[in-house]
């Protein structure tokens, strides 16, 4: 097996939020909670960043910052569900209070839902329940839809299907293809997912059926 062995990070600062954040790309999102959580008054801060496949920008945004890093790729595994219990023990190892999910283009099995299920916060490019999958933007324009947006939202065990904590809309011009109303997305989407994760570092989460409630009780 060749996946990274992570390294246990020194304990965060008290009363901050530990953040693990998860990727697979280019860690646009990454590098936006990065530049948030040097800020006391955020509440969180990124104490390690897992990854599905090594390689990638995310990992070297991670560590050009000082981050721990690991790697834990599906191809090392024999089955989906030793994988799962392999990223859940990984995660583990940096003490999240909150997981975030920056652009991580896989599922998760009950072996790590039953360990941080509640805990784990997504983004989508649309306004879920409407273009849930891999291809939001792509659905949306072929649906001729005149408004779209993104989504933050708790992660269960759909696809895209968990409580939803906070919505942004995003016009659909005329002229727009897959790649231009993607990139508006983005622009959208990063502040607001930088915004949620530290209001729920700050004041807690719960969920109680469909709703995601950001507040101490």
């Given at each position: 097996m060749t996946h990274e062995?992570?390294?246990?990070?020194?304990?965060?600062?008290r009363g901050t939020g530990r953040l693990v954040v998860m990727v697979s790309g280019t860690g646009s999102n990454l590098a936006a909670l990065l530049a948030a959580h040097d800020d006391p008054a955020y509440g969180a801060r990124?104490?390690?960043?897992?990854?599905?496949?090594?390689?990638?920008?995310?990992?070297?945004?991670?560590?050009?910052?000082?981050?721990?890093?690991a790697v834990v790729s599906i191809k090392d595994f024999d089955d989906r569900a030793s994988w799962d219990a392999a990223v859940a023990e990984t995660v583990a190892v940096?003490?999240?209070?909150?997981?975030?999910?920056?652009?991580?283009?896989?599922?998760?099995?009950?072996?790590?839902?039953?360990?941080f299920g509640g805990r784990i916060v997504n983004t989508h490019p649309a306004l879920l329940p409407s273009f849930p999958g891999a291809h939001g933007v792509r659905d949306a324009l072929a649906y001729g839809v005149k408004v779209t947006g993104c989504t933050v939202m708790v992660v269960d065990e759909g696809v895209?299907?968990?409580?939803?904590?906070?919505?942004?809309?995003?016009?659909?011009?005329?002229?727009?293809?897959?790649?231009?109303?993607?990139?508006?997305?983005?622009?959208?989407?990063?502040?607001l997912l930088v915004e949620w994760v530290g209001?729920?570092?700050?004041?807690?989460?719960?969920?109680?059926?469909?709703?995601?409630?950001?507040g101490r009780s």
């Open positions: 062995t992570p390294q246990r990070p020194a304990p965060a600062t990124v104490v390690a960043v897992v990854a599905d496949r090594g390689n990638i920008r995310a990992l070297e945004i991670a560590r050009e910052a000082g981050i721990p890093t940096f003490s999240p209070d909150l997981i975030v999910l920056a652009g991580f283009m896989k599922l998760f099995g009950d072996t790590f839902l039953g360990r895209d299907t968990g409580p939803i904590l906070a919505q942004a809309t995003v016009a659909v011009e005329p002229d727009d293809d897959e790649a231009t109303l993607h990139e508006r997305i983005k622009a959208v989407e990063q502040p209001r729920v570092a700050r004041d807690g989460l719960r969920v109680e059926g469909r709703h995601a409630i950001v």
